[in-house]
């Protein structure tokens, strides 16, 4: 099946009610449809064909959306990037995926062709409304979504359409998402929460949508005041900046939404007591990741416990192995392996790293966690040293490589520094090489100037050496945080 006969529902059931409001106005399911029928015309037409990987380099708008089915009608390859990305984030994932386009709306931080977005819209304009028809299997992948995993190298995981379709079943049924509700959605669109959970609710159920190009903590109050959502996903970073609504917007917000979800990172069970008890709504933490999609959720009716991701969801079996393979009791801790529909096939051109991921058909999350006699699931940290910052992930060996090629750095480590606000920051530890000294505004600009913002180190100290085990291996643990 290709996801588009799951859009159908939507995009022609519902062709004459509203779908997307977009900057001030409104679209119909039929209008998006139309859109994309005309822009996947435009792509065939130069040169996109079935397998073909077409990357994206945008912030949200509706040309993302546009752009998302277009490449799904032609049985295209959807390969989303991160706009904070710099240069060689970019050069990494288009070396690797090997698109045949990479679309953008301006300049672009890499030695690669664009194809203006503006210029394949008007493109687009003159073309027929015509559906093309590409014969899509349930295992073709519909997009590659590029993730650092357990190792540090981004790569992209292969979603498929069966993939995608599992989990979007799954997120329906378990948060009972009709199309009674309202969405409002400020994650950026070129990560798996706004694409999988995001946009795929809102097509295969008929919601309503309102689309922000980001999430404005600033803007946030109005928007919901305005649109009214039902339904609200967000990373904790946003939960965090919503508390900082007067109480009576926050009590006015509680009465119209039915339904906060949560996650990418831990939830504080504090914020969510603190939440619950201004917006009058408990909010729902689920835990997922690139290559799995949604795994385990609190219950929509039932408990939703505070620390905890919850049961796992429909069709998907959990299992608790400790580190020599061997399944731990109730209440120990161990690392999660997940298993079922949603998970995907692999990564890109990795067959290494692919079997590596899998052990018996179960994939390794990575993740460190234990389970309770009745069923719920708590996350307890990670085997890696992932940063998690406001809900996107830093590998501090990629940071660290960087700041290591800096001619006066002769040793470098990256470690999370925890943060109210975004949950964790980077801090960057160096020892300067022999004769050399190390200025923190230097390193701060030249990092600003190649890495995506979010990983900037917020601090940078120079030590005289980094704390090193009996077999010479760095002992993060021990830096001050
Ligand atoms: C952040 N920045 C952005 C954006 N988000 N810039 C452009 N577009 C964005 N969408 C940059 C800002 O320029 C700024 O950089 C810095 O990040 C912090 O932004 P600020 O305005 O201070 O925002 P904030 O109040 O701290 O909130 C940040 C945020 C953002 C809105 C929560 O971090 C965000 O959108 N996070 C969502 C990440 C996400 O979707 N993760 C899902 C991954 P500067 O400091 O240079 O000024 S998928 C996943 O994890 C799995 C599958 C799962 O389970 O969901
Ligand atoms: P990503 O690689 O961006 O898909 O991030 C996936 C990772 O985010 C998971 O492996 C978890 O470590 C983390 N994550 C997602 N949801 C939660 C959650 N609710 N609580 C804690 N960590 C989470």
């Known amino acids: 099946m290709n996801l588009i006969q799951l859009f159908d529902v939507s995009l022609r059931l519902r062709a004459s009610q509203p779908a997307l409001d977009w900057k001030g106005d409104t679209y119909t399911f ?63 994932i288009l070396t690797d995926a090997e698109p045949k386009a990479l ?93 999988g959970n995001g946009l795929h609710a809102w097509l295969a159920s008929g919601l309503r949508l309102r689309l922000l190009e980001r999430f404005e903590a600033g803007r946030i109050g109005a928007e919901l005041l305005e649109f009214q959502p039902t339904l609200f996903f967000g990373v904790p970073t946003m939960y965090v900046r919503l508390m900082e609504l007067e109480p009576e917007t926050a009590r006015q917000i509680g009465r119209t939404a039915r339904l906060f979800v949560c996650g990418s990172a831990p939830l504080p069970a ?61 209440g120990e801790t161990g690392e999660l392996f997940v298993k079922g529909p949603n998970v995907c096939s692999g990564y890109w051109r990795r067959e290494e790293a692919s079997q590596a991921a899998f052990s018996d058909g179960w994939f390794r999350t990575g993740d460190l966690g234990m389970k309770t006699a009745d069923g719920y699931y708590t996350l307890q940290g990670r085997r890696s040293d992932l940063i998690i910052s406001g809900g996107f992930n830093i590998y501090p060996r990629e940071i660290e490589e960087f700041l290591l090629e800096q001619p006066e750095v002769a040793e470098a480590a990256v470690v999370g520094v925890p943060d109210r606000a975004r949950g964790e920051l980077p801090y960057a530890y160096l020892v300067a090489r022999e004769g050399a000294s190390i200025d923190p505004a230097q390193m701060e600009a030249r990092c600003r100037a190649a890495l995506a913002s979010f990983k900037l180190p917020r601090a940078f100290v120079t030590v005289p050496a980094l704390p090193r085990n009996a077999l010479g291996k760095v002992q993060k643990h021990l830096l001050p945080r």
């Open 30 to 92: 039929g209008d998006l449809d139309a859109r994309s029928n005309r822009l996947a015309q435009a792509l065939a037409a130069r040169g996109v064909r079935q397998g073909d990987r077409v990357a994206v380099y945008l912030a949200n708008r509706i040309e993302f959306i546009d752009l998302y089915l277009a490449v799904l009608k032609l049985g295209a390859i959807f390969v989303p990037v991160n706009i904070l990305y710099r240069e060689r984030e970019l050069a990494h």
């Open 103 to 195: 679309i953008a709306a301006g300049d672009v931080p890499a030695a690669f062709p664009v194809w203006p977005i503006d210029t394949l819209m008007a493109e687009a304009a003159g073309m027929p409304d015509q559906r093309p028809v590409a014969a899509v299997d349930g295992d073709d992948a519909a997009s590659l979504i590029y993730t650092s995993g357990t190792t540090g190298v981004s790569k992209g995981a292969i979603l498929t359409h069966n993939n995608f379709a599992a989990n979007t079943a799954n997120i329906l049924t378990a948060w009972q998402i009709t199309s009674a509700d309202r969405l409002l959605l400020g994650l950026p669109l070129f990560h798996v929460h706004g694409l």
């Open 270 to 330: 504090q914020l969510m007591q603190e939440f619950g008890e201004r917006f009058g709504s408990v909010i729902l933490e689920r835990y997922g990741m690139t290559e799995t999609l949604m795994n385990i959720s609190n219950p929509y009716a039932g408990e939703r416990r505070p620390g905890s991701v919850g049961l796992p969801l429909p069709g998907i079996s959990v299992k608790i192995l400790d580190a020599a393979g061997q399944p731990v009791a109730v």
